[in-house]
């Protein structure tokens, strides 16, 4: 008799699918095309970051051939009236004399739109509404509680040129934070502009210059605050009518 002889497991060969170079092929134009799109928009993006965050010269912006000057009142810091108040009532946090360059900045830009107010009164009003911190940092929206119906809180953010130029064409002054020689910040108000130049109204040391370029005080503009006049609801109702 012959013998069975199995199989060979050798003999068994799994059957194999054949590879798909020409479907790769096909697709690598699309995966290079989709890295280069994300590394474009990832530098794009990385740029605009950059620009936007960046602190800005304290000359630039738009060119102005015609000086601007918006009349912007002088308030010291060191006024004799006010010099000594705690800031918010708590001599922990300084005072209006020391420290009180934003509170004085606020009060320049709302007397010029009218408001009756001095950096003393502004100082009063805001521990009423919890207008300060506890290091006795200024809320600005809270500041224009003040006088709600004549100004708003606009904009507290990050440095633009654009900003700043389309302000001061608008008659609007702009609130800056600046840094001085020994690391303290500061803030100034723009209130004109001279060919690059913009021109301050400076509540610290440099009050006695009257206007004068921001640029002397060796600092770049590190952030803007500002706020806008609110025209009589009164007034308007009776022009639509």
Known sequence: MGSLVAP????????????????????????IFGLVFLLLVGGLALQIDWRWKRKLSPRGGRYFFHRVELRVPSFRQADEKWRDDPLGGIEANGTLGGEGCAVASAAMVFKFYGVDTDPQQLNWFLPSVGGYTEQG????????????????????DLPSYQLIDSNL?????????????GGVTHFVVIAGKDGFDYLVQD??????????????????????????????????????R
């Open 137 to 156: 940092w200024v809320y600005w929206d809270r500041v224009a509680w003040f006088a709600p119906d004549r100004v708003r809180h606009v904009y507290e």
């Open 169 to 181: 064409a608008r008659g609007n002054p702009v609130i800056v934070r600046v840094r001085l020689s």
């Open 203 to 240: 509540p610290g040391g440099g009050s006695a210059k009257g206007l004068y370029p921001l640029r002397e005080l060796g600092s770049d503009i590190e952030a803007l605050r500002f706020y806008e006049p609110i025209t009589n609801p009164n007034s308007q109702v009776a022009a639509k």
């Open 8 to 31: 060979s497991v050798c003999n068994l060969r799994p059957t194999q699918q054949p590879l798909q170079f020409p479907v790769l092929k096909r697709r690598w134009p699309l995966v």
